[in-house]
């Protein structure tokens, strides 16, 4: 089965900064890649996604990048504010959905 | 329009009771997944059924069983718990086709003592 791992697993910006996450996946089948922020005690919820046939994608201060060819895709954050703060999960889908193992965001104001 | 619904929201259980999580969706999705989230392990599949009467397991289905009654309808048993099944669990459904996102339910929080 697919494996997707997520770096880094902590990570710490201070406010107006922007923030990295980066996910590498073993299935080259796999061609749907969402990202999902989750709030403390609070179910995933979608916040920007890319498929494998675009290799960049960005909606305000969030944005994706999908290399195919190495396999690996990443979440950039920027102009980061306080309420960004919460764990953010990468996953990969070529039948199943398969999850990261998540990155905690904590934005210092 | 509620999504995906999952009861319990809460439950203790003491080792070797068994218990069934029930999830429904109205999206009118083919695909559904169980999922638990434990500190640190992210979110990982236990079953996944691609479409009404068919299962099939994940990363983690031992000590499960599932049941997919219908299209709206998958459930989760364990048959009997252990406190390795201490966690938080997540129903999701999607759309089969791929470029589709995983929609979740609100989850369950299950403790063995």
């Keep these: 089965g697919e494996n997707v791992e997520q770096h880094p697993s902590t990570l710490s910006v201070q406010e107006g900064d922007s923030a990295v996450i980066k996910c590498t996946y073993s299935d080259s089948a796999s061609n749907y890649f969402p990202w999902y922020k989750q709030e403390l005690g609070k179910r995933p919820q979608l ?32 102009e ?16 199943k959905f398969y999850f990261g193992s998540g990155t905690k965001l904590n934005v210092k104001p | ?70 299209k709206r309808e998958f459930s989760l048993r364990l048959e009997s718990a252990a406190p390795s099944q201490t966690s938080v669990y997540f129903c999701a459904s999607s759309e089969s086709r791929s470029g589709n996102t995983i929609y979740f339910g609100e989850g369950s929080w299950l403790t063995v003592v």
């Design chain 1, 47 to 78: 916040i920007i996604d890319i498929r494998s046939n675009v290799g960049e994608k960005k909606d305000q201060r969030i944005a994706v990048t999908l290399n195919k060819t190495a396999k690996h895709f990443s979440l950039h954050i920027t």
């Design chain 2, 1 to 70: 329009n509620a999504g995906v619904t999952q009861t319990p929201k809460f439950q203790v259980l003491k080792t070797g009771q068994s218990m069934t999580l029930q999830c429904a969706q109205d999206m009118n999705h083919n695909s559904m997944y169980w999922y638990r989230q434990d500190p640190g392990m992210g979110l990982r599949l236990i079953y996944y059924s691609a479409s009404e009467g068919t299962t099939d397991k994940g990363e983690v289905p031992n000590g499960y069983n599932v049941s997919r009654l219908n």
């Design chain 1, 80 to 95: 980061t504010q306080p309420e960004d703060s919460a764990v953010y999960f990468c996953a990969a889908r070529e039948n």
